[in-house]
Every structure is written in structure tokens, then in C-alpha cells.
């Protein structure tokens, strides 16, 4: 029980450090890609940075507009804050280690059906876009809330199915045996293109460049967050870089073999493979433009669904015909 | 299908092109330690020049606050007293302002000058906490040694 709490608590502050960090290293890495040199004024190579804004963000002014709903529009950032950590409950990110003279299992849950778990919990993120662009009686946020519905429901179909394809290879619903599963040999070798679909679904999955469409700055301001100040934009957007933590540690827990690595380091292999499609995150962000919105949904029913339909009926035509 | 896969490598060669930047150098100055190399006949602020001997070029013509398309320059000219004088001519400018908020810094100033006295030198940096404090005048404008402003005191104009 305390071990679950302690671990808990170090991996939220691991988590949140992570993230105000994470800021820090996408405004660094997009100016190296814009030939600028990003923000290096607040302390060594501008590293104090993130705590900067973030104690300008808690020091700002607490509004609130008028003719709102209040009780959802402050609920809202909480509940985009809340799922992004409480998907990481599930996650390994290593094995057992020995620590004071205990084992200690690096994963706060053990669930035996985790990935279930997971899906069902980071679909419930759409609700803080939701909510927020509802209750903030704004236009921009609305339709900023009413896009990112929709685009979270019909990328979560070929994402679920992609993922299903992985279950069927492995045969199993637990996280910590899927990653064991690929001790030599890396699910992306056998399934490549349904890594390829869930890296697609999960760019749509945290509303990133070039999915932003909920909060597109150019047509809707801000989108579901126009209205938000302060701390509550803040929590905003520490759900957002958690939820792109949470969907590259997915990804490396499915495809890239977890926790597993050359030598028996616990964290490290884990931060280093979630750092480098961190990475492919910022730099997807640098170089695509935001999709029109009719071409995105026509490009998750038309393209992505019918290509994860079909991959997922040869995965299965291999696993009981060929093997 | 062609046209799709193509559109699909558009995507893959476009992040090739995005991480090519990455390794170029950034083309960021850092303003206050470094500073860009401004090309010669850039437009500062304003200089009244002195001859190598010390006099003022100007003479008072006001042929410059006429010139003025934004009407920035107030000038008032005087008699050179015998044995006192400021310039070469009749007359010198016993006061001379210019409003560097209403300046558009176009040279026409620099160009109708019959002395080649008011000159715009490289300076760019013009802030001020007030209004006032942006009305040069005489003793600001006028170069404090024949030469200062960076034009060669022993030209003609």
C-alpha cells in the first residue's frame, strides 16, 4: 500500500517535471528546426525556463468569464490532467528491482487485462476537451471541443483495432507480459503497420501537429482552451504533454520491447526509446501542416480503418493458418 | 494508388527536409552581446557635423526643416557675432531639434544640406523613458569632436 502511494507520488512529480521540461526541449528543438536558437536567457542554456513560466502561470490572475457553466468549466482541466496520469498506472517501465532489501516491481498497477484498462481510460480525455469547449460559452471553444469529439471517436477505432492486432500476436491483455513477450525479437518487425497506425492515431490521440484541429490557433483562437487562464491552461497543457509521454511509452511497451535492452538497466532503455519518439513527435510537429478537417475524417474511415481492418484479419490469417 | 503513394513519400521527404535544417547553423544574433553589421549607408539617428577646424558645418538654411516630409526639424538661426563666430558662414543654427518620434529617418535632411552638415548616422538604438527626452537638440546633435559621427571631417559636403 505504501509502496503503491510512494511510487505513485514520485511518478507524478516525475511525470510533471517531465512535461514542464518537455516544453522547454519542443521550443528548443523547433527553433534548431527554424534555424532560431529557442530559449536560452533563464539561467545555463536557458534551462530554468520551464520553472519560470510555470511560476508566471500560477501567479496569474484566477478568472473566470461570465455566463458560464462553473462547475464544469473547472472541472474540465482536471479531468485532462487526471486521465493523462492515470494512464501511466498501467505502464512498466522496468522489471524488479531490488531496493532496501525489497522487490520492488517497477509499475504502479498490475492489471492482467491493462491494455483494455488503458484504451478505456485515455478515450475518457476527449471529456476535458468536451466539457471545456461546452461550458466556456465561446464559439471558437466549441467548435473547438465539437472537433476534437469527433476526431478522438474516429481515430480510437483504427487505433484499437491496431492495437488488437498486437494482442493477437502475443496473446496476451497484460502489459508486463506483452513487454516480456519481446525479449529478441521487438513486435515492429512483425508488425510494423500497426505500429504505423497507432503512431497516425496517436498524433490524433493528444491533438497534435498535424491533428491540432481541436485547438487550430489560425481558425479558432485557442479552441477548447480559448477561454482558460493561468493555472487551468496550464493543467491543459500538462495533460496534453503527459498524454504524448503516455502514447510514446504505449508504443514502446507494444512495439519497441518496453523496459528491455542490451544490458539490465531498469529506467533507462524505457526513458531513452519514449525520449526518441518524443522526439519524432516535435519533430513531426516542425514539418507537417494541420490536416483539413473533411480530409482528416475522410483519412481516418476511408484509409486508416479499412488498412487496420485488413491487417488485423492477415495478423490473424498467420497466427492460425502459417504458424 | 501512384498518386497516393507519392503524396505518402511527399510526407517522408518533407521531415527529411525539416531534420536538414537541423544541422545548419542558427541564423539568430543575440542582440545585446552580439550585434549585426549594419551595411554603410544605413539610416540612425542624426549627427550635425564640424569641420576639421572645429566650426560647425551648419549655417542655418533651414533648407532641411523645409526638405522634412514629416516636419521633425525646428531650426533657429542666428548672426555670427565678430570674433565669436560658430560657423564658416553668415549665419549658424543657435538652435536646432530634432523630434526623433515624428522622424522617419527618409535622409532627405542629409540630402538638401548645402554643408553636408546633418548627416543620419548607423546609431539605431533611440529609446527614451519620455517624449521630451526624444527631442534632440543642439548640444545632443552636434558632434562633441570633428569627426565623431564616423564621416570624415575634411570632405566638402
Known sequence: MIEVLVKGLILVM???????????????????????LGPNRVGPFGLLQPIADGIKLLTKERFQPANIDAFTYWLAPSISLFVALAVFAFIPFGGTVHLFGQEIQLRIADVNSGIVLLLAISSLAVYGIVLAGWSSNNRYSLLGGLRGTAQ???FEIPMGISLLTVILSVGTLSLPEIVEAQRGHWLIWSNPISFLIYLITSFAETNRAPFDLPEAEQELTAGYHTEYGGMKFAMFFLGEYVNILVVSSIAVTLFFGGWLGPYDWPVIWFVLKVAVIVFFFMWVRATLPRFRYDQLMSF???VLIPISVINLIVTAFFLLVVK | MRKRLYQVWIYLKGLLIVMKYAFKKPITIQYPEERRVLPPRSRGRHYLTKWTDGYERCVGCELCAIVCPSQAIYVRPAQNEPGHAHSHGERYASDFQINMLRCIYCGMCEEACPTGAIILS????????TREDLIFTKEKLTEKYPGESGRDPKREI
Open chain 1, 300 to 302: 481516418s474511415w476511408k
Open chain 2, 122 to 129: 548607423g546609431e539605431y538604438e533611440l529609446s527614451g523613458y
Open chain 1, 14 to 36: 516525475v511525470l510533471f517535471g517531465a512535461a514542464a521540461y518537455m516544453t522547454f526541449i519542443e521550443r528548443v528543438v523547433l527553433a534548431l528546426f527554424q534555424l532560431r
Open chain 1, 152 to 154: 478522438l471517436i474516429s
